[in-house]
């Protein structure tokens, strides 16, 4: 089954750090520009940084300088390291294709920046 399956959010203080990971099937991390997205309450989805099978990448201004997306070709992984979290990137982070499917649609991973 094609899909992809995100980890390692949780609850830390404003300036603290977290890396998120996606785990995606083969097929999937060999062929797709792999995405960060995050939807906060009320709010739309939005793209905070992607990746492409040739390691070229692009973040989001919001995010820009503070986060960083890497890949790790050997366990089909797609990073999101953040640094210096601010409580407005308290949201649901999900790992997707660029653009969005929603055959892939993943339960996310909550993070929750405290000020």
């Known amino acids: 089954q094609e899909q992809l399956v995100e980890s390692g959010g949780g609850l830390v203080q404003a300036g603290g750090s977290l890396r998120l990971s996606c785990v995606a099937s083969k097929s999937i991390f060999s062929s797709a520009i792999i995405s960060w997205y995050r939807q906060a309450p009320g709010e739309q989805r939005e793209v905070v940084a992607h990746i492409t099978i040739s390691d070229n990448y692009y973040i989001a201004d919001p995010v820009r300088g503070r986060f960083t997306i890497s890949r790790d070709n050997t366990r089909n992984t797609v990073y999101l390291q953040m640094n210096r979290l601010k409580p407005e990137d308290t949201a649901v982070y999900y790992c997707?294709?660029?653009?969005?499917?929603?055959?892939?649609r993943g339960q996310g991973t909550q993070v929750t920046v405290s000020s």
């Open positions: 997707n294709t660029y653009p969005w499917r929603d055959q892939y």
